[in-house]
């Protein structure tokens, strides 16, 4: 089996660094204390990854378990991130790519005459235009737009829902991470677990609300697997409350699960001249197949939602915090 390499990040009160997962050990890179970093660099000396990688491995270990558990200094990072500018870094998805995404929109938005709602239309487009031969361009997907880094949390951190909030609940998806070189070519770093967390109370009152439903935090990590195949994914998605758990499901994604390829989903989010900006960095959502809303559960605070792939790393844990303190006004100041 072809060994998949992967990448976290990680700091403590004085530094951060990034590391090579060798279980159970974390192998520490130097010269480099983000992914971001390593890329540009391997970008601007027209270098592979994974041999900048090899170049720059140390003999330095870290237990990752203690790290992993909250049990160390060492604090997981987002699997990636742009820590000079998050600013520069987008984060947004692609939806309707999975057949149950589909179903369940329909069924929030399902009118009284049966017909198949504009989502269902939307997925039934990606099956029929959604794989274009080599070379071809086929039928663009939906896209959402999430935020900038700012909005990206790690394995253990608190996923929260606004004050303005309707609700919060777990997307188990993969996210593509992406880094635009001086040219203004896109080059994809690599795959890692993502929860989109969206709002799906607020777009269950009307699919209008899809845009402000996804404005929310989102975790990623906690590893960049930097050399895995997208074909088939499968794995795991799972709600604890107090411990005990509450709902699971198994999962799958992968071009061979969903209604477009790779290179489709990829052409029509960098076919946007403002989306080719050098040095841009993105984060890239592809879509879920099973999110515990759609089985009319609504998640409280302090539960767990649990994330797992194969082959991409250890699971993605986070609870989510539901900020109960009364909505504000903003205020617009005059200059």
Known sequence: MKEIRRLVQIKNQTERRIALVREPKLMLINGFNSIYDLAVSALEQGLKLVGLIAENLSSEELDYEAIYRGESEWKLLPSFDNPHAPMSCLVAGTGLTHKNSALNRQMMHQAADDKPTDSMQMYQWGVEGGTPAPGKIGVQPEWFYK??????????????????????????????????????????????????????????????????????????????????????????????????????????????????????????????????????????????????????????????????????????????KIRNEKEKLVEIKKI
């Open 147 to 320: 935020g900038n880094g700012a909005v990206l949390k790690a394995h253990g951190e608190y996923l929260e829902v606004p004050c303005y909030g309707n609700d919060g609940g777990e997307e188990p998806e993969v996210a593509g991470v992406y880094l635009v070189d001086k040219s203004g070519t896109p080059y994809r770093i690599g795959f890692t677990t993502g929860n989109e967390f969206s709002d799906h109370v607020m777009e269950k009152k009307n699919y209008l609300y899809l845009a402000p439903s996804k404005l929310r935090q989102c975790a990623i990590g906690p590893e960049l697997a930097i050399d895995a195949d997208f074909s088939s994914l499968s794995g795991k998605v799972s709600v604890s409350r107090r411990g005990e758990k509450l709902w699971s499901a198994d999962i799958q994604t992968g071009e061979e699960n969903m209604a477009h390829n790779l290179s489709n989903l990829e052409y029509h989010h960098f076919k946007y001249d403002n989306h080719r900006i050098p040095y841009q960095s993105h984060v890239h959502f592809f879509g879920a197949d099973a999110f515990s809303f759609g089985n009319k559960i609504r998640l409280q605070d302090e539960d767990e939602m649990k994330v797992e792939w194969n082959g991409l790393g250890r699971p993605l844990c986070n609870k989510i």
